[in-house]
């Protein structure tokens, strides 16, 4: 008999341990034997990566401390985990602190302007100011939109 490992998803924290200040909501999942989401995003700021995230990974190192990794919600459901996340993003961005907000005031201007001078004297301008959502972004392009959420935070496309 062949068992399928079943998934289980959930939304979880990242927290400055001097502050207990939340600086990202995610949601991730755990599969048997596979790596664990909410570790992914300290490898990205040992590999370099820029976001305002991974500078904020790195400035803990520098003192000394390490980012506290809290899982708030689990469930079974990939389409519970994403609501549960999206509400607690908007409900925990009231102190405009989050780092995974790019559309508003926790953007920092400093990496929107690297972005601009990036595309600069380049053809590939988005066309449109519209929107999309990483999961309708991705169906354009062939991936799902936790790709697409991880290119931009990595900044291999722009969003």
Request: proline share 1%; glycine share 8%; with cysteine.
């Amino acid at each position: 008999m062949f068992w399928k490992a079943k998934k289980t998803w959930y939304v979880y924290a990242l927290v400055r341990p001097d502050t207990d200040e939340i600086f990202y909501i995610g949601k991730g999942s755990v599969h048997l034997g596979g790596v664990d989401r909410i570790d992914n995003h300290e490898e990205e700021a040992r590999k370099g990566a820029r976001s305002k995230k991974c500078d904020i990974i790195r400035e803990l190192w520098a003192k000394g401390l390490q980012v506290q990794k809290c899982k708030l919600y689990e469930t079974d459901s990939e389409a519970d985990a994403l609501q549960y996340e999206r509400a607690l993003i908007i409900f925990m961005n009231a102190n405009g602190k989050l780092t995974n907000i790019r559309n508003g005031a926790t953007y920092n201007r400093e990496y929107r302007k690297q972005e601009e001078e990036t595309r600069a004297g380049r053809d590939d301008k988005p066309q449109t100011d519209e929107w999309l959502s990483a999961n309708k972004a991705g169906k354009q392009i062939g991936v799902t939109g936790k790709t697409i959420i991880r290119m931009a935070e990595n900044n291999e496309i722009t969003g």
